[in-house]
């Protein structure tokens, strides 16, 4: 049995731009970089709109257009033309836009004031010229409700105000992954351009994901859009019943290894019944029934086509239609209709979906971006906080001889069809500050015939996957873990750099497994001294420890001293990952961890010295030490004083590659 449907309906036909507010002739740049202003009166004062590229595509989006057969094809994705930003002056304010060949298309918003206004080509006028109104005072089509309780007359116009609410509410955002379709009269109503049908859909994406941020707490990332670029495509009919119902079965049996917590199905169709919209009801991460349409391209108001495609996913974010609640706006069974906005979520509708989007155990509660330096010892399982997408992926312990603890991170495939690879993505990871960073990580292969390969990418600041790492295996299981350290290049410092771990072999028996894996700054870490040295036959502050040389694993020249000793006493230096001050012999002990590694026995020279030059290629054993490592060094050396032995300060040292 399928999920409830519901549906928004209209009786007028397609709406071009209204004559409303001002024109304006803008200066909008055709081939936008960096941070871009363009300046324009909204109400009659001038402002400027600050904006900055924005994608909400996942960090392994993948753009399909379809063969004349019908069949997809994954083709490179153009540069996202969506934008972010605010109005100069104004700290309550954000605007989403688009800038394409076509011009600028954008909604600026005035939380402080409660006010929207609209942005986009006046329709029969020069290229230049732009239509500038508040949203409040363009008109919607008339609607009536599509669902079986009869029809209902709305009346014309958005005329309520918006609602309260007037910034984002925080943090706790549930991420949704998202893909988008395009039939092939959406690809047609964008003139045949395969880009350009990308530009639309995101476009309006871009302004449903900041209605969904705001007011209930949900965020989008699109992770696959297909573009249907031939008329031979599995949608052939005007019935949006019919329609969704082919959506839902096509996609169920080829697109089966594109991750989605919902689908949704841009149509350029006129829906026979004047249904301009339809959708199953709480099917948020449903695989099989998570989906839903828009006739997107009923209304060329870029306000009414958000308004649709954020009323058709709130429905499968479980919203039922609020007709008759005195705080309806985008969830009314009209578009347009009740309180005559379509901008926002009343606050029923709004506190309906948070609460279905947190009982979602498929979104991901997004965390902060990463800051330096970030480790995974895997312990814990499947850091979600650390790893924000992954398919196929899972804390495993069947690895041989794990580095820590217990567990790695297994990774295989479904088949042998390249797009059923396992996948690991981080969150973003601060690095625009670091001038050097570094990856490391441990690795082992298990059933991985000869050129099954682990690949290690990351997102750099032009939105491509660099390669740092690939490991091919030699066909021979490994029985321990092989340590793994990569520079981070130039382009992949900044501040929403990710990295992506994936397969590239045939089945769930080809295993890599992962683990300890660190990003770190490469500037040479610190040396400290901390804890307290108990008074010595020689000293009454004790033995104290000085570091020299370089923390570089690779200079491997480190020295450390420890001064102030007995002459001619013999003593153990001692190391070990955590710090403790407890009470031992007559002074402290203050290493400690899972282990507390041992160096050979060494004497003190008549001056009191006592000397560890610590050799990477000869550590105790069961021990390793990484870039990023911490480790405390102390030495426990025997004395005259009542216990007979006694313990220095301690040194805790930073390493880098």
């Known amino acids: 049995m399928l999920p409830i449907l519901s549906s928004l309906a209209l009786l007028a036909a397609p709406q071009a731009v209204p004559p409303v507010g001002s024109l304006q002739q803008l200066d909008v740049p055709t081939a936008a970089t960096g941070t871009v202003t363009i300046a324009v009166e909204l109400d009659g004062e001038f402002a400027q709109l600050v904006l900055e590229r924005h994608s909400l595509r996942a960090a392994d989006f993948k753009l399909f257009a379809t063969r004349p057969d019908g069949t997809p094809v994954e083709m490179p994705a153009p540069i996202p033309n969506t934008w972010r930003g605010y109005i100069e002056g104004r700290t309550d304010s954000l605007v989403t836009a688009s800038i394409t060949s076509e011009g600028l298309s954008a909604i600026a918003s005035d939380y402080g004031s409660e006010v929207e206004w609209q942005i986009q080509p006046a329709e029969g006028f020069d290229a230049d010229v732009y239509s500038v109104a508040r949203l409040t005072e363009i008109d919607s089509p008339t609607g009536i409700c599509g669902v079986p309780n009869g029809p209902l007359t709305i009346t014309p116009g958005l005329n309520g105000q918006p609602g309260t609410s007037s910034s984002f509410l925080g943090t706790g955002l549930q991420l949704t992954e998202i893909a988008l379709d395009a039939d092939f009269e959406m690809f047609q109503r964008n003139g045949n351009s395969v880009s350009a049908t990308v530009d639309d859909l995101e476009r309006v994406m871009n302004r449903v994901d900041t209605i969904y941020t705001r007011d209930v707490d949900v965020t989008f990332q699109i992770t696959a859009l297909v573009v249907r670029s031939s008329s031979n495509d599995p949608y052939s009919t005007n019935d949006a019943g019919t329609v969704l119902d082919q959506f839902r079965n096509h996609w169920n049996a080829n697109f089966v290894g594109v991750r989605k917590d919902t689908a949704h199905l841009f149509t350029g169709r006129s829906m026979n019944g004047s249904v301009i919209g339809l959708a199953y009801v709480g099917v948020i991460c449903n695989s099989s029934t998570g989906y839903g349409l828009s006739e997107s391209r009923f209304t060329n108001n870029i306000g009414a086509r958000t308004g649709l495609t954020a009323h058709e996913i709130g429905h499968n974010f479980n ?223 004790g033995g104290t420890l000085q570091g020299f040389g370089s923390t570089s694993i690779a200079a491997n020249d480190l020295l450390i001293v420890g001064f102030s000793l007995p002459p001619s006493s013999f003593g153990i230096w001692l190391y070990a990952e955590n710090q403790i001050q407890n009470p031992l012999g007559d002074g402290f002990l203050c290493v400690s961890g899972q282990q507390i590694f041992r160096v050979s026995i060494a004497q003190t020279n008549l001056f009191g010295e006592n000397s560890l030059a610590l050799d990477q290629n000869n550590l105790a054993a069961g021990s390793v030490i990484n870039p990023g490592d911490t480790f405390n060094f102390q030495v426990w050396y025997r004395d005259t004083t009542s216990a007979g032995y006694n313990l220095s300060d301690a040194l805790s040292v930073v390493f880098c590659p």
């Open 319 to 541: 919203a039922s239609h609020c007709d008759g609640n005195g705080d309806c706006r985008i969830m009314c069974s009209g578009l347009g209709g009740c309180q005559g906005d379509v901008t926002r979520f009343g606050n029923p509708s709004a506190n309906g979906i948070r609460n279905y989007a947190i009982s979602r155990n498929c979104l991901l509660d997004l965390s902060p971006a990463l800051a330096l330096p970030v480790f995974d010892d895997v312990e814990g399982g499947l850091n979600r906080d650390i790893w924000i997408s992954q398919q196929g992926v899972s804390a495993s312990t069947a690895a041989v001889g794990e580095p820590s603890g217990t567990q790695s991170l297994e990774m295989d495939a479904l088949n042998a069809s390249p797009e059923l690879d396992d996948v690991l993505i981080s969150n973003y990871i601060l690095l625009g500050s670091v001038p050097q960073a570094f990856v490391s990580f441990e690795s082992q292969h298990r059933g991985v015939p000869i050129g099954g390969q682990l690949v290690l990418e990351i997102y750099d600041s032009s939105r491509d996957w660099i390669e740092l790492a690939r490991l091919s295996s030699d066909g021979i299981d490994q029985n321990t873990f092989e340590s793994t350290t990569v520079m981070v290049p130039a382009a992949g410092l900044h501040d929403k750099a990710q990295l992506r771990f994936r397969t590239e072999v045939n089945g769930t028996s080809e295993n890599w497994f992962i683990d300890d894996i660190r990003v770190a700054d490469m500037g040479c870490g610190s040396i400290t001294n901390y804890c307290v040295a108990g008074p010595n036959s020689v000293s009454a502050l």
